[in-house]
């Protein structure tokens, strides 16, 4: 009974209109302990995900990350044997077009450029593709069988990848690199044709954000403009259509987030979701309409805040009313990654699934 119990999916209403569910996991044969990060759900049952373990000691930080693999919600995941990295800029990457089809592709110190395979069975079998790539993968995603994108960072800036034959020979464009972004740091594409990725660009000693949109599948690229104000690099990415979208801006002070009405082309502060009284830092952000979008932060209190045992740093802020009003809700720890799945918000949280949904 206790076994069963570990794995049982708790449901936690915590206002009119929105519940979590929490769907608690583990990892089998995992040493380190690793922490979900990005992944992607195939089917209600079926996911793969990074993950990934820092450690940090004598001021020096690093990371072991490896792809792991569900059958059963999430409930306990299991390493792809073989596959691991090591460094803060070097996680895998993964995209599968369906429960049986998809790719992995990761990095070593030894051969840093040859690492791609794919399955045609779900994970059971795995075909090495020994395709020549400038630089290491960043970020992974295909569209069918045969057509797939890359970020690759190489030393000299990123570039943009392309294969037309699942994998097997890549070609590569420079408009990325001839930009001046110092690394692919988010990528997102709605459909083949309309996609993002950006990154930082270094002006008198200042990441400045960077964004640039291709409309044509990657043949040609336009770049997006921020404020003069705005610094920091991409931390999350996400669009719901190809006109409204939002990105949040890290490794500054404050962590800011922001919103383009135009594909991207703009892009203006967003601070309707900010609360007065309260220092909060937004992660993520996810909208499942036009009405209804959800912002993930984590609270910094001052040094001399009276602090409450048990009580969590991190919420969401939900509206319904596209952004004229926000209620919030507490987790009961950070989040790492999110996706859209089945109407609903997920979450990667520790080892756990956080499931949100939201009733206008």
């Given at each position: 009974m206790s076994i069963i119990l570990l794995f049982?999916?708790?449901a936690q209403p915590i206002w009119a209109g929105v519940s979590i569910q929490k769907v608690q996991g583990r990892c089998v044969g995992c040493n380190p302990p690793f922490k979900l990060s990005q992944f992607q759900f195939v089917t209600p049952l079926e996911g793969w995900a990074t993950g990934f373990y820092i450690v940090a000691s004598g001021g020096h930080v690093s990371q072991s990350s490896v792809v792991l693999h569900t059958?059963?919600?999430g409930k306990t995941w299991m390493p792809v044997p073989?596959?691991?990295t090591y460094g803060l800029d070097v996680e895998p990457?993964?995209?599968?077009?369906?429960?049986?089809e998809g790719w992995i592709g990761w990095t070593t110190a030894s051969e840093p450029m040859d690492h791609l395979i794919k399955t045609a069975n779900g994970g059971h079998g795995w075909i090495r593709l020994a395709g020549s790539k400038p630089g290491l993968l960043a970020h992974l995603r295909f569209f069918d069988s045969h057509l797939g994108y890359a970020a690759i960072?190489?030393?000299?800036?990123p570039q943009f990848g392309v294969t037309r034959d699942g994998g097997k020979t890549w070609s590569f464009r420079k408009e990325l690199q001839d930009a001046g972004l110092l690394y692919p740091d988010v990528m997102h594409f709605l459909n083949p044709q309309v996609g993002w990725i950006g990154g930082t660009k270094e002006e008198n000693s200042v990441l400045h954000p960077r964004l640039l949109r291709t409309a044509n599948g990657g043949v040609s690229w336009q770049q997006g403009t921020f404020p003069k104000s705005a610094i920091g690099d991409p931390w999350d990415i996400f669009f719901l259509n190809s006109d409204h979208g939002w990105i949040v801006l890290g490794n500054a002070n404050p962590t800011a987030l922001f919103h383009t009405t135009d594909g991207g082309l703009t892009w203006s502060e967003d601070t309707s979701w900010a609360i007065q009284g309260y220092n909060l830092f937004p992660r993520a952000i996810r909208y499942l309409s036009d009405k209804i979008g959800l912002v993930f932060v984590s609270e910094r209190q001052p040094e001399d805040a009276n602090s409450v045992e048990g009580k969590s740093n991190s919420s969401v802020l939900v509206t319904t009313d596209a952004g004229l009003s926000w209620s919030r809700h507490e987790l009961t720890s950070e989040i790492q990654s999110c996706d859209v799945a089945k109407g609903e918000v997920w979450c990667t949280s520790g080892m756990d699934i956080l499931k949100i949904r939201v009733q206008p």
């Open positions: 049982i999916l708790f059958v059963n919600g073989d596959i691991e990457v993964f995209s599968f077009i369906n429960a049986q960072s190489t030393m000299h800036g």
